[in-house]
């Protein structure tokens, strides 16, 4: 079908999410006449995902779905849905992403006012009211305190629960590095930036953003982004990229360093088995989140993340040794930390 924006949304498992948005996904606003189509994209699910997404199908023209073989990440399914998308504006949601009603008028709008190929523009996906109450929540806010409205930011705020571009753009210069099971979405922020993108913030944009990691998972979610971090920061090396992640590096800037070394000692002082007790008996583990609750979590999660950056550089520098043509990605992917 011919249309005017496409949604993709790359989909892993989650039958029992997509049941629920398909619906709210087909009846948003939209003021184009020529309309707008929903992709799904299924990387290798092991669920019920294609049965629903086929029996959604027949009821909604403008519904479509692919299933390719398990990638591991993101990446792959994104750029089957950007390739098969009829629209000239991409959407991209995570499949977790529940859109506000009027979350595609705001973005024709703001498509039409920046009408240009290299145009892109970020919205918000924010936590509901009834999850912000988790101590698991944490994880999942997103701060976009400092972008102003309209004006150029930062390639690094190119996050792709909710982001849109225009389709012929990324084909010819960006998409999704497969490879990358983290971070794909910055990396491809950096190459398009590099063509010439020019990324805006749309606040009114919206969607819920329902995802909830595990507390008790919080430690292997922290090794997994540290070697991520550690793989894009090697392959990448820009002062943006290495100042989004807290690296510690002299071209961020003498003064952002100095600071970040003054962080780093902070929180190795802080580090340590008796102020988690101290947290605890605050009430660091009740369901309800608090200050006390983030400060507790954000220790835990930042100290694994600082060991799986660690423990992926040494464990490189130490492959390289007998093969220095590893390659950065490959070897990150495979790691097992």
């Not at 709210?24 to 990387?43: D, P, R, T």
């Not at 024709?108 to 936590?127: D, F, I, M, Q």
């Not at 952002?256 to 101290?278: E, P, Q, S, Y």
């Not at 992926?312 to 390289?320: M, V």
Request: glycine content about 6%; proline content about 4%.
């Amino acid at each position: 079908m011919s249309c005017h924006l496409s949604i993709v949304i790359p989909t892993f498992n989650r039958a029992h999410l997509i049941i629920d948005s398909i619906p709210i996904l087909m009846s948003l606003e939209f003021e184009e006449e020529q309309g707008f189509e929903v992709i799904f994209v299924s990387n290798g699910s092991s669920d019920n995902t294609m049965q629903v997404l086929a029996d959604a199908a027949k009821k909604n023209d403008n519904l479509r779905s692919f299933e390719i073989a398990p990638s591991g990440g993101p990446a792959a399914p994104r750029n089957k849905g950007i390739k098969e998308a009829s629209g000239s504006i991409i959407v991209i949601l995570d499949d977790d992403v529940i859109p506000d009603a009027d979350m595609l008028i705001h973005y024709t709008r703001h498509h039409k006012n920046y009408p240009a190929e290299n145009e892109a523009v970020l919205g918000v996906a924010y936590v509901p009211e009834h999850v912000k109450t988790k101590p698991v929540s944490l994880f999942h806010e997103f701060n976009y305190t400092n972008l102003g409205k309209n004006v150029p930011i930062c390639y690094t705020y190119f996050w792709t629960c909710n982001i849109s571009f225009k389709r012929d753009f990324m084909l010819q210069n960006g998409m999704f590095d497969k490879l990358y099971l983290y971070n794909e979405d910055i990396v491809c922020g950096y190459k398009l930036a590099q063509a010439g993108m020019t990324l805006r913030f749309e606040e009114k944009a919206k969607g819920q953003h329902l995802h909830q990691l595990k507390l008790e998972d919080v430690a292997l979610k922290g090794r997994f982004v540290g070697k991520w971090i550690w793989a894009t920061a090697e392959t990448t090396g820009t002062p943006q990229i290495l100042d989004r992640y807290g690296v510690l590096a002299m071209n961020i800037g003498f003064f952002k360093f100095i600071k970040r070394v003054v962080n780093r000692i902070g929180f190795w002082l802080l580090d340590n088995a008796m102020t988690l007790w101290v947290l605890e008996v605050l009430g660091a583990k009740a369901p309800i989140r608090s200050k006390v609750t983030d400060f507790y979590y954000y220790l835990i999660y930042r100290k694994q993340i600082l060991l799986g950056f660690k423990l992926a550089k040494n464990a490189y520098i130490l492959d390289k040794k007998s093969n220095d043509k590893i390659d950065v990605i490959q070897f990150v992917r495979d790691l097992e930390i």
